[in-house]
């Protein structure tokens, strides 16, 4: 089985300037994911899709973070204006709907390495 | 939200059996206790869930006592593979949202 796959996996930006990160996930998988994980902590949920729809979007910085999965599948987060701050790894991680405690079908991919100089 | 501790560090020599604590006080009744490892440059890998007593997988065993306020990871004879980050996290039965704490940064030495 594919896991979830993401691109790029290195991106160098100059603050001001604006990134956007791709994410496909697993294929059935309704659920999807977008992680923030700064150097040194855990990951942290920035907005959560089920098929097109966001269910949770309460941590992503609205004013310069926007992410979409128009069709229920592929997702885009996108960054614009970037600042020193978003230097991070973005995560996408994909699910089935209402698996509970049974959580093994919530599979990571390997990220996006954003540095901002 | 269970809030959960454990060690920001830990140093093991290949061969010998770590065991990683995590303290989760204010667990609910309907919680989970799940661990996840992180490898660098990859994103968390499930491991092991559990809700009372003993799990054990191919990985893993996870212990967690009558009162649910801590539970233990244990890796059996580490290798120098098992070298990354081990999360601890309180789930809730029917979320589908993981709160990653800072982890515990396992380091297997040669």
């Known amino acids: 089985e594919a896991g979830v796959a993401q691109s790029p996996r290195y991106k160098i930006i100059e603050k001001r300037q604006s990134v956007a990160f791709w994410c496909n996930p697993i294929?059935?998988?309704?659920?999807l994911y977008w992680y923030q994980q700064i150097l040194g902590q855990g990951p942290k949920l920035l907005i959560q899709?089920?098929?097109?729809?966001?269910?949770?979007d309460s941590q992503l910085p609205k004013d310069r973070f926007s992410a979409e999965r128009l069709k229920g599948v592929d997702s885009t987060l996108k960054i614009q204006p970037a600042k020193l701050e978003d230097s991070a790894v973005y995560l996408c991680?994909?699910?089935?709907?209402?698996?509970?405690?049974?959580?093994?079908?919530?599979?990571f991919g390997s990220g996006t390495r954003l540095t901002v100089v | 939200l269970a809030k959960t501790t454990q060690p920001i560090s830990m140093d093991s020599y290949e061969g010998q059996e770590v065991n990683i604590t995590c303290s989760h006080n204010?667990?609910?009744?309907?919680?989970?206790i799940t661990w996840y490892q992180q490898f660098p440059s990859q994103g968390p890998r499930f491991i092991i869930q559990?809700?009372?007593t003993k799990v054990t997988n191919e990985v893993a065993s996870l212990f967690i006592p009558a009162d649910r306020k801590s539970s233990t990871l244990s890796l059996p004879r580490v290798s120098l593979s098992d070298t990354a980050v081990y999360y601890c996290?309180?789930?809730?039965?029917?979320?589908?949202?993981?709160?990653f704490g800072t982890g515990t940064r396992l380091t297997v030495i040669p």
């Open positions: 991680a994909s699910s089935f709907p209402g698996q509970g405690k049974h959580l093994y079908g919530y599979t």
């Open positions: 294929s059935g998988h309704a659920t």
């Open positions: 899709f089920q098929n097109n729809g966001v269910v949770d």
């Open positions: 204010n667990i609910a009744t309907n919680d989970y």
């Open positions: 559990g809700y009372k």
């Open positions: 996290l309180v789930v809730l039965t029917g979320a589908n949202n993981l709160f």
